[in-house]
């Protein structure tokens, strides 16, 4: 493999000399079978870290520099894995800090993870033995961990405990894939939206716990009052387009259809043939289900559509005998309790509130199960 180690830098002077020196001569002697680069991405920095690391060239052949206008980390990371895929023929391409807050020595764990079938590795502060600064302030380290902890639980993603680190190796599809997205993030919350679209399209993550050290020369770049701002307004809205626009909101148009199928039917009925409630709302539910099957199958999970006969057929009973499972017992169970304690003229009440429970649990069936990805 080529492999790219980029780390973006403004006015890192200080700093820069000393990372490359630990990666050239601590680090890739330990990495075998695959080319080792290093590409600085410097925002043309005024301190002079471009012309330190132009000198230091000379010594190191694998030492290359991408140079432009300031404009934010993550146009500068795009534009520098652009360059190392052009240039060097990057296969993976690492994000690493250039202040030292990130262990350079755990680079050959993140290739590990890489050889073993991940598409992106993401370092990890939060778990399985990682660490944020014990010198930190307690606000923080507060602020650190109840940023990440708001991350996941809005993207209801628990499986990556480190949303916001920059410390990454990422493979040249998952850069090609999600690029055109990326223009549109170009400063710190591009690691959010950059790894949030690579869970989105079904990249398989994995993580490197490490202890991030803070920095001993140089000042952070991150505003954190305009950081949370970032963040909560990204976080919040990508996850509400989600769910409008995305396969909840798809499962919703379909579960709308099937709720008219399943009013028109227990009205019609109960009202005109006089049928116990109960038992219209299973004659209508069992016509609903059989189109929200269908129409799941082809518009809102397609990316797992069940195809031949057999496996339409063996779906298809699993999906009623989960649906049925969730109209006998969430949905008309409600409905049942409603006219055996309160009253029974209430009854397209307690039809609303079992349905709205009904479809939390299809929801999650469906994922899990159903259409569940392999």
Do not use: C
């Not at 075998?32 to 190191?60: C, F, Q, Y």
């Not at 600064?133 to 961990?145: A, D, G, M, T, Y």
């Not at 509130?353 to 649990?361: F, P």
């Amino acid at each position: 493999m080529n492999i790219t180690i980029i780390t973006a830098t403004y006015n890192e002077k200080g700093n820069i000399e000393k990372l490359i020196k630990i990666i050239e001569e601590e680090v890739f002697p330990k990495i075998k079978n695959h080319r080792m680069d290093i590409l600085v991405a410097d925002d043309n920095s005024p301190d002079g870290t471009g012309e330190v690391v132009k000198k230091l060239m000379e010594k190191w052949k694998n030492l290359h520099i991408s140079q432009g206008p300031k404009m934010g980390l993550g146009a500068a990371y795009v534009r520098a894995m652009t360059y190392a895929i052009e240039k060097l023929n990057a296969d993976l391409m690492f994000e690493i800090d250039a202040d030292l807050q990130h262990d350079p020595h755990k680079i050959p764990q993140f290739i590990e993870k890489i050889e073993q079938g991940k598409d992106m590795v993401v370092g990890n502060r939060y778990s399985d033995g990682g660490s944020i600064p014990e010198n930190w302030p307690l606000i923080r380290k507060i602020f650190s961990v109840v940023a990440n902890l708001f991350v996941r639980i809005v993207f209801t993603n628990f499986a990556i405990h480190d949303w916001t680190g920059g410390y990454r190796a990422i493979k040249k599809e998952v850069f090609l894939k999600e690029k055109p997205e990326l223009n549109n993030y170009a400063g710190y919350i591009f690691q959010i939206s950059f790894l949030h679209k690579a869970v989105r399209d079904g990249f398989k993550i994995g993580e490197v716990p490490f202890n991030f050290t803070d920095r001993t020369l140089g000042n952070s770049k991150i505003a954190p009052l305009n950081y949370i701002t970032d963040v909560v307004s990204y976080v919040v809205i990508s996850r509400v387009k989600e769910l409008l626009f995305g396969k909840f909101g798809k499962f919703l148009v379909v579960g709308g259809t099937g709720f008219v199928i399943n009013y028109v039917v227990l009205r019609l009925f109960s009202d005109i043939y006089h049928w116990d409630h109960s038992w219209a709302n299973l004659l209508g539910a069992a016509i609903a289900i059989f189109s929200n099957y269908n129409l799941n199958n082809f518009w809102t999970f397609k990316d797992g559509k069940i195809t031949g006969v057999s496996s339409y057929l063996y779906k298809l009973i699993q999906f009623y005998l989960t649906s049925a499972f969730g109209v006998i017992f969430i949905q008309t169970g409600v409905i049942f309790l409603g006219d055996k304690l309160i009253n029974e003229k209430y009854y397209q009440l307690y039809f609303l509130v079992g349905t709205s429970l009904l479809l939390i649990w299809n929801f999650a069936i469906y994922n899990m199960v159903i259409w569940k990805k392999k």
